[in-house]
């Protein structure tokens, strides 16, 4: 089964008033697609922070996948 990495993300403003990305979580998941990896993320991302939706803590959802995915996505 592949395994993808997942983080996720908030974009936050330093004191100069310049936006930085910070990673709030990242997570390595096993599943046997994307679709499924994110919404396992989700899931444990919302469990860790004992929240119901993870947008409380991020903007966004980064992710990579596998590099045997990747290219045969980019074919």
């Known amino acids: 089964m592949p395994s993808f ?3 996720f ?4 403003c330093d004191d100069t008033g310049h936006e930085h990305h910070a990673c709030q979580a990242a ?8 679709t499924e990896a994110v919404r396992q993320a989700e ?3 919302c469990r860790q922070k004992r929240v119901h939706d993870w947008t ?3 903007d966004a959802v980064e992710f990579r996948a596998p ?8 074919s």
Do not use: H
């Open 5 to 7: 990495d997942v983080r």
């Open 9 to 12: 993300m908030k974009t936050v």
């Open 27 to 34: 997570f390595t998941v096993e599943a046997p697609s994307l």
């Open 43 to 45: 899931t444990d991302f």
């Open 56 to 58: 409380i803590f991020a």
């Open 67 to 74: 590099p045997a995915l990747e290219r045969a996505w980019s």
